[in-house]
């Protein structure tokens, strides 16, 4: 049951699609204040979980810290950083400790439709209270359910269908900043294909542009566009170019040119064009909260899609500003001021300060603002509808482009709702072990919050790679639906043929390939159905007194479990498994083993090259089992399925499949169902 | 057997205090190249694992990283930081993989004593590869031994006895960036004593200072200094103030005007004294490595032991330099340079870039020199030494100002040798879970070095600290040397008085010191025989197959390991028993209670106030039981003695005690065996 509270006078955020009215209830789950802005509090008792708020760092179980919807570009992501660089304001206590710690009524979630900065304290400053801070202009939603999945179904029902990327976006996929020309990316082609190892997509970084303008190539660097776009296709391999918030100002470059002329870009305190900075100097940024300058800026996009381009990520939307022209003033103004001073703990530390908090500074933020349908909205209040809008007018600028076809498309930064419109990645991590885990601990929290089309850069984007953590990082994202290595221009190359382990790397990749059946039928219908990919153990096993402490495994879709290892040097691990399970260990498609294990604690050896699953009881999963080499995700199309599976006699499975590109789907009455004998297991 | 290898024209570090003849064999344990320097190389079976080098970052198993011994003033510990605040140039391959990689020899250590920069890439660059990356000018040392403790025993023996400190800096110890005043200080020693909990010394940041100057006291807020410190320790707690490596310019302070005129600061290229800035702003360098200058600077240290004072931590002697006053002038020109220009992604990261890099910058250090008994070294050659020699002239000094006294001392940069003069601790660590297991990694590393006395910033120096990361660090930081909470200005405040679960803290404050008979003993047996405190697991249990694996236990002393929780929220976590041992649950001195356990893996359940620790077999551990409050150590001198311990009938211990203060320690011979029989355990 889901009530919905109104506070103040919100803006339409357009995260939720059902049109619920107001509660008519007192606010009950959590105690309401409305003095400064809205404040909920309730007591948490020591047992009581609480799971969500998406991409955020800190373990699934998010007590012992507090959040701050604030979309920030930050590319440090320590275990100190209270922003990243989405929103999403959903989160669920799950009341555990309801024996001992009486009075405190059942689980909830809480869903703060507020598009401004919001606060959840969840146990950081008192250990047994949360505490959540929004504006006074908000409406939130609270939800009651038999458990956890189904409070999340009916949020995922109030806030609608998660976005379908086409098929081929579950492929691998290899991107860097640092592929500045056709030569670049045609090398990379060669490099995977010369071992064999399959290819979907290759990434245009910021490079590909002209001076870093939106909606232009450099012509030099990449001559004959299309052709070149159409050379790769013809090897199977898309070309998924960025696309940028701000749009450089340059006299004669139409973008700009037509924005300044429309008034479609946000305004600064005296009604001018807001000047704020990113990869080309001065930018303005496009008016994503006003419709007609979001219909506008989605157009342009066609001059990529007319080139056969169609794949798209969409960055620096947090908006991230290098600086905004009026504060490089003062601070410039400031730093000449102290020149022959001597600089002592104050002065120094001040003008480093100011220097490098030139970047991404709130003040900024405060400072500019849209047009949301004729009203002038402060752009501190939505900030965190930006990034949302961008991507929204890609995908509604698509649709019209493209009625047919679904295209790929993920975001940096996001708000509950654009999870309709495109995926995200998890921005600049780093070639941490730690980064793993995180990686592992924000998927179920964003698969909560409608954003199922997600990974992380694997390998990790700033700081060097190794081969092992390269390795260990594929064999957890081998299951993120988006598998996409990327690293950070001036670290070490990074694709997999850089390595010398490159049969175990190829197994590894073919694997994925091998899993693909399994893996978009749990996708879609998770999509479908409102359902989570990825779910904490505690979700599927509520009654298991171990479940919540497990932090380092998920369950993935219906018949699986995994719990990849993340520690460098680790030639094993802890997993617990909540009940029996059958192990499968695969060092390749054609080289694997199964163990049926009791429900427990065990310790698990497994080698560097080794994918290890954890297969449900009464659970079987549908593997591609190609017959010959795999390039793209077209070669497994009319491949033969294998099953692997753990069951007595013989297990159902609702098998969703589509041709992978049409934007409808399969209508759920028509979702096949298998039945799988135990005799027609391959493993 | 140690050999050791000379190349080029080492200057003298004074790191070892053997005088052995050079080795008349060919280097054989590694590949020797000399072109671009000393280069060392050699394959690593698959399992064999890598341990040492000090204060580094990652594992205890060094494996899959390349560290860099470059003292660097490094605040943000992460996963990718090549250099900390030390320099330990020892390491120890372990070969575990004889049976399956043949022809790499048995297991060695080797030490290279070169004070520049040095790199061991450790596997980085290729997982099987260990490449050491010397200067052309440095003495190594190879050792091989019967197993990795006796490798450890005779580096050891090599780099002569660990400091030993008095027993009052086993205490617990109360810091924070924010005691500007003597009544910030009252009131943290009300606020401990106030709660009856023991409180052994409160530290002094920079701001004691006279505008930060070395060897001032601030006359306004700490009048009458000696009378405060008096006030002080007639309630039990030492004051200890820190001392900054950089000395204030300015007119008519005698520190500056005497070293000046004896030419006792560091120079530049033009013979003048090299000006850098850090905390005062603009500051001369100490040459601590002139002998002359090194005496005099520690003279200096009779200011602070005339007023009673008897601990000191020596701080910023990598030493860090905000700003040299070159480059900043350099670097101002060029920023002014950029005003009203379009900065775009090259031209402001480029600035942002320079302000950063105004500290600790390598120019920096390569532009200054040091007097050597008569010869100009630069300092970059020599760059590690700074830090040691700073803490050497404090000890050296002590000796002549207190000759009969130990006094407490410890340093931020060190180079192996510095051990034999005081204790380190590991830097400006954060309020991370992660760096509870960083310290627990670091321990054992740092004691292969020589380096005992030593202990992380309990609840982490910067960011917000939580109540159950601070309590979950306490019961790690129960088994370190030094055990000291400290955070840095700005954070929340972080004495355990300032929490709700005070009662909880106190229990674990006063196992500390029941628990001390044994932690003093350990520490001082491990300081005067060459032994490890902390060692990992591996180094008692060589022939366990999974011992190597295990990264988050540690042995202590002769009778325990302990298996701290590290991971927020975790109600326990998998502990592995090389053998049988007793587990040991403590709530409190008085209420605890044990199991044996077998050797295996296992999950333990532990909350948040309990400490748990696994008595080996056949071992017993001193334990005082004092029939009082405990406000200091000098409470326990007469407390009774306890034992828990496993064993079938009796067990011998040799039980270490001394005054605690006199500078000569209990000779060997005369330390106390006790027999303890099984009826006499308490546990």
Redesign the interface.
């Known amino acids: 049951m889901i009530k919905k509270y109104v506070f103040g006078q919100p803006v339409c955020t357009d995260a939720v699609v059902m049109n619920i009215p107001e509660s008519g209830d007192a606010f009950s789950v959590m105690e309401l204040t409305e003095s400064d802005g809205v404040k909920l509090c309730c007591r948490m008792g020591e047992r009581d979980?609480v799971y969500g708020l998406g991409e955020q760092v800190?373990?699934m179980?998010k007590?012992?810290?507090s959040y701050v919807s604030y979309a920030t570009d930050d590319s440090?992501h320590?275990?100190?950083k209270h922003s990243l660089y989405g929103a999403h304001n959903f989160l669920a206590l799950a009341r555990k400790s309801r024996e001992t710690d009486s009075g405190e009524g059942g689980s909830f979630g809480i869903f703060v439709d507020d598009p401004g900065r919001v606060v959840f304290d969840v146990?950081?400053t008192?250990?047994d209270q949360l505490v959540i801070q929004a504006g006074g202009d908000c409406v939130i939603y609270v939800i009651e359910g038999e458990d956890l999945k189904d409070i999340v179904r009916q949020f995922r029902r109030l806030i609608g269908r998660s976005y379908l990327p086409p098929k081929w976006a579950f492929g691998y996929q290899q991107s860097r900043w640092g592929y500045v020309c056709q030569e670049d990316v045609r090398e990379v082609v060669r490099g995977h294909h010369g071992q064999g190892i399959p290819l979907e997509a290759v990434y245009l970084d910021?490079d590909y542009m002209e001076n870093?303008k939106d909606f232009t190539v450099d012509g030099e660097k990449f001559p004959a566009f299309g052709d070149f776009v159409d050379e790769m296709k013809g090897q199977g391999v898309h070309l998924v170019p960025i696309i940028d918030a701000g749009v450089k100002i340059e006299k004669g470059y139409p973008v700009y040119e037509e924005g300044v002329q429309k008034g479609y870009f946000c305004k600064d305190e005296e009604e001018g064009d807001f000047v704020a900075?990113?990869?080309?100097?001065?930018v303005h940024f496009p008016d994503m909260l006003n419709p007609e300058a979001r219909a506008w800026f989605g157009e342009n996009y066609k001059f990529l899609t007319d080139q056969g381009i169609d794949g798209f990520w969409n960055d620096m939307n947090e908006p991230a500003i290098?600086?905004s022209e009026k504060n490089?003033e003062k601070v410039?103004d400031e730093?000449?001021s102290?020149?022959d001073e001597?600089?002592?703990?104050d002065?120094?530390f001040h003008?480093?300060e100011i220097?490098?908090g030139?970047?991404n500074n709130r003040k900024d933020y405060k400072s500019f603002y849209h047009n949301m349908n004729g009203e002038k909205v402060c752009h501190d209040k939505v900030h965190n509808l930006y990034g949302f809008n961008m991507t929204r007018a890609a995908a509604e600028a698509f649709e019209k482009l493209m009625p047919e076809k679904r295209t790929l498309l993920f975001s940096r930064s996001s708000y509950i709702g654009m999870h309709r419109y495109g995926g995200i990645w998890t921005g600049d991590n780093?070639?941490?072990?730690?980064h793993i885990l995180l990686s592992m601990q924000q998927m179920p929290a964003l698969n909560m919050c409608g954003i199922l089309y997600t990974g992380s850069d694997i390998g990790g984007f700033?700081?060097?790679t190794?081969?092992?953590?390269l390795m260990r990082w594929l064999e957890f994202a081998m299951f993120t639906p988006l598998m996409r290595n990327h690293a950070a221009m001036g670290t070490r190359r990074q694709e997999i043929y850089q390595f010398?382990r490159i049969e175990d790397f190829r197994n590894l990749i073919r694997l994925r390939y091998g899993l693909l059946p399994y893996i978009y039928s749990e996708y879609m219908k998770a999509a479908l159905s409102g359902g989570m990919y990825f779910r904490p153990i505690a979700f599927d096993y509520p009654e298991d007194a171990h479940a919540d402490?497990v932090?380092d495994q998920l369950m993935i879709g219906e018949s699986i479990m995994i719990a990849p290892v993340y520690?460098?040097?680790?030639?094993?691990r802890?997993v617990y498994l909540p009940e029996e399970m059958l192990m499968v260990r695969m060092r390749s498609l054609e080289d694997y083993a199964s163990e049926a294990m009791d429900k427990g604690?065990h310790?698990v050896e497994t080698d560097l090259n080794e994918l290890v699953i954890f297969v449900k009881k009464n659970r079987v999963l549908p593997i591609a089992a190609p017959d010959r080499d795999v390039k793209t995700t077209a070669d497994i199309e009319d491949a033969p399925i294998i099953w692997f599976g753990f069951i007595e006699t013989a297990a159902e499975y609702v098998f969703y499949d589509d041709d992978g590109i049409s934007r409808n789907p399969v209508p759920e009455e028509k979702w096949k169902t298998v039945t799988v004998r135990k005799e027609d297991l391959a493993c």
């Open positions: 979980v800190r373990g179980n007590r012992g810290f440090i320590t275990e100190n146990g950081e008192k250990h910021i870093y900075a990113v990869w080309p100097g001065r290098f600086y490089l410039m730093v000449i102290l020149k001597n600089l002592d703990i002065s120094f003008m480093v220097v490098t030139l970047s780093e070639s941490w072990w730690s700033g700081s060097d190794t081969e092992d953590l010398e402490q932090e520690v460098q040097n680790a030639k094993g802890y604690h310790y």
